[in-house]
Structures are given as C-alpha cells and as structure tokens.
C-alpha cells in the first residue's frame, strides 16, 4: 500500500478502546466512544509523550472511587450546574460562574425554542438557529431493505461500508476506515473528493465486490443547505477541513463528479445527510423509530421530524420532515450574553471561528477541556491548588481534558485535594453542557409537542454518542424539568448506528420512491384530466338535450323532469304551512309561517325524526304510516291538533310530475327500497296513509324535489337563484329551463324549473369510459347495481366507499399499513364519507386521519396517515371536479338559451358533503370557473332546508286557489 498523501491509506476498522482504567465519570462526557473524531482534537495534538490513553479515563492515581463527588446537577437545588466543595470557598468562588439557576436555564430554553421557531420561517427574526430541512420525510418502518455504500466523511478519516439491510434493524456492515491526511483537509476540494472516490473504489476493489451499480449513501456532517435528498450546498466548513472551491457548491454531485473521474465504478450517490440524520435513522428502540437525532460530541447539533407545514421554506406541507437544527450556532447574536463567563469568552476568543457556534462552544468536547484549563489556571493562581503555581503547560492554550493525570502530565505535583478539585472542575463543566443541552433538547421537544398538538410527548432520541451515565442521567433529569409533559428516551447508540443510519435514507427513499410509483399509478384513473372534465361536462349537455326532447327522452340517462314550478319567489308568498322533508340524512316535519318581512319574514319550527333502514327498505304501507305518525306526534308538540294546513312536501327521489301536487316514483334511490310505491303517485301513498290512520286531515297541495326547495329557498334571498344543487347523501339539480324546450309539457312562453335527475347521468354506458374498477365495486354491492351511477362518483353516501375500496387495494398490494391484513377494512360502510371531511381538514389533519384509523383498529404511521389522507383528497376531488363539470353544463345551457354573452346566475346549494366537507365546494366552484367562463356563478348556501322551499310553492299554489303551477308575479 502506497503511503503517498493523496492516497487513501485504509486501516483497521476502529475498536472500542477497553472499558475505563478508573471510574471517573465526567471527562469527556460528551465524547463518543466509537468515534475517534470527537475525542477532542486538542487531545490527540497536544498530548504527545506516552501512550495516548481512552480520552475519559483519569488514573486511579487522581481518583479513588470513594472520594468521587456527588453527583452535580441534583434536581431541586436552586444552583443547579455545579456543587463546588463546600470545604474549599476559593473553588467554589472560581466555579461559581458555571452554576445555572433553573430560571436561568428555562431561560435559555425560551430564547432556544424561540429561535427555532424563527429558524422556521422565510422571514427570520434577529435571534434564530439555521432550521435547515432535510428532505428526509420518514423514519425506517423495519421493512427497508438492499445493500448500500455508505461514506462517512470524518473529523480526521473517512470511512466507507457496505451495508446489507435485510428487512430487520440489524444491518451488516462490512467497513475501511481511510485516513485523510491535513494538507487533503485543507488543500483542494476536487483533490479531497478524488481521495474519497479512490477510497471507495479501493474498498470494492478489495472486498472483490462484482461489478453491479452502487446505490450511495453521503454523509456529510458540515452545515449545508439542502434542496432535495441528493442535494446538498455546503455553506462552511468545520472540523478542522478547509478545502477550497467547494463552499456554495453541491457536495453530491462533487462526489458524483471525483467518481466518474475514476471511471472504474458504477456507484450513484442518492442521498446526501447531515450526522445527525444518520444518527436518527440508525436508532430504533423496539420497533419505535427515533424521531430526534442528537449529536454531543466534539460539537453539538440535533435533528427531528417536524410538522412539514412548518416549514415555511417548504413548497409542500404534507406530513412530517426531518430538520437540521444546527443549533449550535444559538448565541451567535448574543442570546446567551447572560450566562457567558470569562473563560467562555477566553474560548471563543481563541477559537478557529471566533464568534460563531457559541453554544456548541459551552458544550462540545471541543472546547470543555479548555474550559476546564482556564478555571485550573485561575484556581492555580488563586493558589487553590496545592501543587502550587502554573506551568507553562497549564498556561498554554492546549484545551481539551487530558487523557492522564492531568496534573501530572501539566508538569504539577498533585495532591490528592489537588486531584479532587481537578475532578471537581472537570465536573462543573461537564454539568454545565449537560444542562445547557437539556435546554436544548427540551425546547425541541416542546415544539414538537406544540406542533403537533399533544398533551404529552413521547419520543426516542438517538444519540451518536456514547453518553457517560453522569451526563445522560443530568440531560435526562434536567431536561424533564425543563419540558415536564415530554419524555425523551435516548437509545443507545450501537457502534454502527451512524452508517446504518446513512444506509437506511438512502432504503426509505428508495422505499417511498417506489411506493409512490405504485400509488400513483393505482391512484391515476381516479384522476380527471381537464379533458376529461370537458368531456364530462359535454355529454351532460348532450344528455340534458336528449332528456327535454320527447323522441330521445327515453334513451337519456338523465329524466329531465318537468316540477310545474314556474318561477321563483317574489316575496309575497304568505300563511302558515306545514312542510315535510324526506330523502336526506334526516326526515324533518316543518311550521313555516311565511310572513311579510316586516312582520318577521319566514319563520319555522320543525323536529328531526329517524326513518330506520329497515323502515326505509320495508313495505311502502309501513314507510308512509311511519311518516303519518311524526306528522301526528308533531302537531300534537306544537299545538296544531285540529287545524289543517296546507303541506308542501320535499320528496328527494325522482317523481314524474303531472302536477304541482302529483309525483309518481319511478324509482327508489340513496338507501331506499319501500316496497310497493315505485310507479304510485306518493302524494296519494301518503293521503292513503293519512285515512288508514283515520284521525286528521292532510292538504297536500305540493311536491318537490329537493332540489327545487332549495332553489326556492335560496331564491327568496337571492332573485337570480335559478339552479337547486344538492350534493349530500346524493346529489342532484334542477334549474330553470325555457318552456318551449321543454318537449313533455305543453306551451311556449315562460320558464320551468326542471329536476334534472343528473344522480342517474352515465346509466346509459355514456359515462363508462370514467368508471374506475373501485365504481364498479361500489356500484355492485350497492342497493341499486347499475343505477345512479353519477351519483356514485359524487355523493356522500359512496364516497367513503370508494375510498375504502381502494385502501383495501393499498393494503393488498402492501401499500398500506405494511400490508398487515386489515379485516375491519372488508366491513361495508365502516369509513363513512364524513371521515374524508375529517381526514382533509387542514391543520390537525394528520393528527385526525391517525385518529380515525385509530378508531377502526388500525394502527397507522405518519406515511398510512398521509396515503390515506391522499386517496381522500383524490376521491374527493374527483367528486368536486365531476360535480363542477356537470354544473358547467347547467350554467351554459341557461345562457346558452337565453342568448347571452356573459350570464350571472345563482345556484342554491344544500346537502351535507357540500357544506362540511373542506374543500369540495372549492373544487366544484373552480371547475365550473375553469369550464363555464362565461358564467359568473354565485353559489348560495341554504341554511333553512328545502322544506321552506316546499312551503313557498305551496303558498303559490294555495294563493292562487288550486293546485295548479302559476306563481304570483310572473
Ligand atoms: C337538507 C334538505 O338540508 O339537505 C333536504 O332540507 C336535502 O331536502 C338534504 O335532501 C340533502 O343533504 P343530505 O346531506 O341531508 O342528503
Ligand atoms: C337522489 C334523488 C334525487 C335527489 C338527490 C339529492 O339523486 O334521486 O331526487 O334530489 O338524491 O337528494
């Protein structure tokens, strides 16, 4: 092996050093085990005579184990960072500095937490922590799988593994540690990533690994700004590298760029990370992924998964993505002036980057040595130390906790007080960075319990170091303090938990990639082109046309039937009515009184009754005696016993009218099936109902579809309200239609309002190049197979079906809840269409698409909760988008009879998808901007029901003397 600078040079893979010579516990704490790099530099630099021992041990010479101190830091004291020996004033004088009350450490803690959410924003405030995002959007599920390179680019080395992961956590690793020498570090970037290139292929070459394509993972532990998982700009250097022409530049393609140089490999460098990162991602406990990456080693930095929707640098919001805090940098711009002391300032002063990354100054094994040097050099001219005076070493700026007896090796004599006082020292600052990094932490933690929205916040937190217990225990107790409703549990790192980590990336990307490719692909014919829309919205036109005319209406899918309604409301409709209202969720009985607006306008008193499915599937006898005795029971509750008002009734089923007052069924829809009433008159089922009862009178004196009594309803408000939707448990129209087009009744003149029955649109195989195989699935298991098929792209009663119907797909296809079987999916109805309304709205949505799922027995991560919220919204979307289109028509045909250039129409608008669900009226009202331009449509909610509607037509109907269809004015 050439020994040439420029050539990697692999050595063994690093061992563990043995467990420690003596117990101290505290130098060091914040070193890595694994990790020669965070050994501190100083360490290896300055102590050069004698072996160079594990950085944490002292002898047992310095320490005997009985004379170790208390643990610092204990809970409860006010002074919660040091416990300088009470015995020796002039220590604790000298140490008094680094004693953080809890005030101040919850102040800390703001000010962190404060400048993190800063960091989150485009427009950054005075104080913040850089909050880079990583583009890492899921922790590893256990299922990732593949073999991957991985180079680790290290403090003084770099290493490169092959990682086989096979599906459990535990990946075999096979690894070279190269050396990169000084004059790589700090010469020529391209010089550095043709080393690193070399290396890698020296390490295939030697493993005799065939010739296949590599997929790599990179990681690069420098701040860089990220913009996709293989795309990292390196912003400065840190850790002693100083290449030149790589600041600004995109370390991945560098790398990419030094491989192809090499020519001899075939390797892809698909994802690029931070250390901490790798960190996060190479810790699981149990099943439990880390959702924090916590670095304390010869610096400080920290990683977890944030709501993406934070983010505000982010394009999309969808789910959770992993930050780079990079908080050592907090302090910069004087956050923590209050708690600095002079040797702090000493430090930083006399540091490479002077000024910069002033936490990770007061924390990092890079600097706690020196640190401790400063207050020896004090206490030793305070003569606190009984060996007397300094030495030069001990004045000299070499920084780091000495591996040895430190007095010893500075040239001192030291006496046992000297040594406990050395331990003492040594304590305080190694408390310090413990507390101040639970501040830390528990400022993250408490934003992430924040963002998403708990009371309490669990999380596992994979360190990359090895923490010695007295720190871990002073992190994990301090930062409970700090953030009481958080529970952070650090996994223990295992020696490889970094490189798996860079390996497990690159797998769950690769993971999503191909799961999306999958989705997208089952998800795809769910989509609608915006051709698509306009062909949808042509043949509605073409099946109204075909609908009105009399030698084609029995072809059209859609029945076009005439309401002998004629107008809209003119405000002088006045009485008392009584109104009922079947065919949506509830059945309703109404009073309206129907006053002139001076008097009060419209007032109504109604009751909500259940019609039982087995009620509404029955003998049609029973469904109308069922309605008789609400109508009974109401009047009785409002005191009508007696008086015979006259009833407009809402009937939401398609009815062949003669009449105002006369609606022959032709046929069942949504959830009913009454035996015995389809061809009848339901006016008369309901008359016959009432003398079977023999105990009232009823005059019914109209019937209307819902969809007219909302467009009546609506159009008491609003004139121009010439279009009824509905878009609830079905979903239907009506508008008005020049009469002369409107071949089934006779006369020229006027308009009337038609119901359009467009729920049945596509039942003539029109439709069917747009029904997916999860239509037809829902269609066949419905109560009316191969009817109403437009409805059942659209409304709420099918809607939670569809979606169901995919995610059993998803599951199947292993998708989806990693394909574990989920029998409560196979139960029809089980995910109602309000869930989708749940799932999608926006803010907690993936708190409440867990939740939902949670109920239904399925245990869903992040990525189930966010492909389940997406099937959602494309099911959802493609209901609005349909709905839009087919409003389009509508709105086209009235301005295209009436002639007009632009037309300005209201559409009245009811039914329980339209109104709760959060963005289908959206997607509705920019379709039909995007296909009607020349329409300005105004949608106006009905907040009364169409019951009112149906008691204005009644009002017409009785004013005028009979139950003929002329209204007032018009
Ligand atoms: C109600 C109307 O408000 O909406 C009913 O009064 C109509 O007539 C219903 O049928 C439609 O919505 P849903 O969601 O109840 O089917
Ligand atoms: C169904 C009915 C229709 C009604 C619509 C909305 O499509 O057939 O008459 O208007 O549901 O409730």
């Not at 609608?528 to 029995?554: D, I, S």
């Not at 829809?669 to 008369?684: I, N, Q, R």
């Not at 939707?725 to 129209?733: D, E, K, S």
Request: charged share 20%.
């Amino acid at each position: 092996m050439s020994s040439r600078q420029d050539e990697p040079v692999p050595q063994e893979p690093h061992k563990e050093a043995g467990s420690p010579a003596c117990p101290a516990q505290w130098v060091g704490a914040a070193g890595t085990a694994q990790d020669p790099q965070s050994r501190s530099r100083h360490v290896t630099e300055v102590v050069s005579t004698g072996p160079v021992r594990h950085p944490r041990t002292l002898p047992a010479t310095c320490l005997g184990p009985a004379r170790l101190p208390q643990p610092v830091g204990a809970p409860g004291g006010s002074q919660l960072c040091s416990l300088p020996d009470p015995r020796c004033p002039q220590v604790q004088r000298v140490l008094q500095p680094l004693s953080l009350s809890l005030q101040q450490l919850s102040r800390v803690q703001h000010h962190m937490l404060a400048a993190m959410e800063a960091g989150l924003r485009l427009r950054k405030g005075a104080h913040t922590v850089p909050m880079l995002p990583t583009y890492v959007r899921s922790t590893p599920d256990g299922t990732e799988r593949g073999s991957f390179l991985v180079l680790e680019l290290r403090e003084r080395d770099l290493r490169v593994l092959r990682a086989e992961l096979g599906g459990s956590q535990e990946a075999q690793l096979k690894d070279r540690i190269f050396a990169v020498p000084q004059d790589l570090r700090e010469g020529k970037g391209e010089k550095l990533f043709d080393f690193m290139a070399k290396s890698l292929c020296q390490f295939l070459d030697d493993l005799h690994i065939p010739a296949t394509s590599h997929q790599l993972g990179f990681c690069f532990p420098f701040t860089c700004i990220t913009t996709g998982l293989e795309t990292s700009k390196l912003q400065s250097w840190s850790k002693g590298y100083s290449c030149s022409g790589v600041v600004g530049r995109d370390v991945g393609q560098l790398l990419q760029a030094a491989i192809q140089r090499q020519a001899s490999h075939d390797i892809n460098v698909m994802v690029v990370v931070n250390d901490t990162v790798a960190t996060m991602m190479g810790c699981r406990l149990g099943t439990k992924p880390c959702e924090v990456g916590l670095i304390v080693g010869a610096g400080t930095n920290s990683c977890f998964m944030e709501e993406a929707r934070y983010v505000e640098s982010l394009d999309d919001n969808e789910g959770r993505m992993c930050v780079n805090t990079e908080w050592g940098t907090f302090g910069d711009t004087g956050a923590m002036a209050d708690i600095l002391t002079t040797y702090d300032e000493h430090v930083d002063a006399g540091s490479l980057n002077k000024g910069k990354h002033r936490f990770e100054k007061l924390i990092g094994s890079l600097y706690l040595g020196e640190i401790a040097r400063l207050l020896l050099v004090q206490l030793a001219q305070d003569k606190a130390l009984h060996a007397g005076g300094t030495t030069p070493q001990l004045r000299t700026q070499v920084g780091a906790v000495p591996p040895q007896c430190l007095l010893q090796k500075l040239g001192l004599q030291p006496s046992d007080p000297d040594c406990f006082t050395v331990q003492q020292v040594c304590l305080a600052v190694v408390t310090r960075a413990a507390c101040l990094c639970a501040t830390s932490l528990a400022a993250m933690l408490t934003h992430m319990r924040k963002n998403r929205e708990l009371p309490q916040l669990d999380v596992c937190v994979g360190p990359a170091a090895f923490f010695r217990p007295r720190f871990r225990q002073t992190l994990l107790e301090m930062t409970k303090k700090l953030a009481p409703e958080c529970t952070a549990t650090l996994v223990s790192a295992v020696d490889d938990s970094r490189a798996q980590g860079v390996a497990v990336v690159a797998a769950v990307a690769l993971r999503l990639e191909a799961q999306r490719r999958e989705v997208d692909q089952l998800l795809q014919p769910l989509r609608l082109a915006p051709r698509a829309r306009q062909q949808v919205q042509a043949l509605l036109q073409c099946e109204m046309e075909r609908g009105l005319r009399q030698e084609t209406h029995a072809q059209a899918s859609t029945r076009m039937l005439p309401t002998y309604v004629r107008a809209t409301p003119d405000g002088s409709e006045r009485g008392d009515f009584l109104a009922l209202d079947l065919g949506g969720t509830n059945f309703r009985v109404l009073l309206v009184k129907l006053r002139s607006r001076e008097a009060g306008g419209i007032c109504m008193v109604s009751e909500i009754y259940s019609i039982p499915p087995e009620v509404a599937q029955g003998p049609g006898s029973q469904l109308f005696d069922h309605i008789v005795e609400c109508i009974v029971d109401f009047q009785t509750k409002q005191g009508l016993w007696g008086r015979t008002l006259p009833l407009g009734f809402t009937f939401s089923f398609p009815c062949q009218q003669k009449s105002l007052d006369q609606g022959i069924l032709l046929n069942w829809t949504k959830g009913f099936t009454a035996s015995g009433c389809e061809g009848k008159d339901v006016v008369e089922l309901l008359r016959e109902a009432v003398r079977r009862k023999n105990q009232f009178d009823l005059d019914v004196v109209a019937i209307v579809n819902d969809t007219v009594g909302t467009m009546m309803s609506c159009g008491y408000d609003d004139p121009n309200c010439e279009v009824g939707l509905i878009v609830g448990t079905g979903t239907n129209a009506c508008y008005m239609e020049e009469l002369r087009n409107v071949e089934a009744v006779p006369g020229a003149e006027g308009r009337m309002c038609i119901n359009m029955e467009w729920g049945a649109f596509g039942d003539n195989g029109c439709l069917d190049e747009f029904f997916t195989h999860f239509d037809a699935q829902v269609d066949r298991v419905s109560l009316n197979p191969g009817k109403q098929r437009f409805e059942k792209l659209i409304s709420g009663m099918y809607l939670g079906e569809i979606v169901r119907m995919v995610l059993v797909e998803l599951v199947e296809k292993e998708l989806l809840f990693q394909g574990r079987p989920c029998p409560a999916l196979q139960t029809p109805g089980i995910f109602p269409t309000k869930f989708l309304s749940t799932i999608e709205s926006d803010g907690l949505a993936l708190r409440q698409a867990s939740a939902v799922l949670q109920n239904l027995g399925l245990a869903a991560s992040v990525e189930d909760a966010l492909l389940v919220r997406k099937v959602c919204q494309v099911v959802s979307l493609r209901a609005g988008q349909l709905c839009g289109a087919a409003l389009a028509a509508v709105a086209e045909k009235i301005r295209d009879n009436r002639g007009l250039a632009q037309l300005a129409v209201t559409v009245g608008v009811d039914g329980t998808l339209y109104k709760l669900h959060p963005h289908f009226s959206q997607h509705v009202q920019q379709t039909v901007k995007e296909l009607a331009p020349r329409c300005t449509v105004t949608f106006l909610q009905s907040e009364d029901g169409s019951g009112k509607g149906a008691a204005l037509v009644a009002a017409v109907a009785c004013r005028i003397g009979a139950h003929v269809c002329h209204l007032p004015g018009h």
